[in-house]
Nanobody, 125 residues
Framework: QVQLVESGGGLVQAGGSLRLSCARS????????MGWFRQAPGKEREFVAS????????EYGNSVKDRFTISRDDAKNMVYLEMNSLKPEDTAVYYC??????????????????WGQGTQVTVSS
């Protein structure tokens, strides 16, 4: 069974930056597509970013393009989300997700199999 544990959330002022981390354990083999979703109070869950198994391709939600960057370190089984120029509307619980696939999570995989417990990000105005 795959376990995903997020860290790095917190409170930040608008315009600031945060870096989320996700540690993956369990599961066998490679070809793990990784990503992030978020959910704000009263809103539907939203795709944020994903990275393919090799790190050669990424996909971003329209609302975070050019501000967020996803990366991975497979030697440590870690995935990161660097968030810059944060806005109050970025406030949400951020979830790390994983899917064993050659495809990117997001358009091709809208509902990945594995989810972390989430980490709260709050951006104050």
């Amino acid at each position: 069974q795959v376990q995903l544990v997020e860290s790095g959330g917190g409170l930040v002022q608008a315009g600031g930056s945060l870096r989320l981390s996700c540690a993956r354990s369990g599961g066998t083999g490679s070809w793990w597509s990784m990503g992030w979703f978020r959910q704000a109070p009263g809103k539907e869950r939203e795709f944020v970013a994903s990275i393919n198994w090799s790190g050669s391709a990424t996909e971003y939600g329209n609302s975070v393009k050019d501000r967020f960057t996803i990366s991975r370190d497979d030697a440590k089984n870690m995935v990161y989300l660097e968030m810059n120029s944060l806005k109050p509307e970025d406030t949400a619980v951020y979830y790390c997700v994983a899917q064993k696939s050659v495809y990117l999570i997001g358009t091709r995989i809208p509902r990945p199999d594995f989810w972390g417990q989430g980490t709260q990000v709050t951006v104050s105005s």
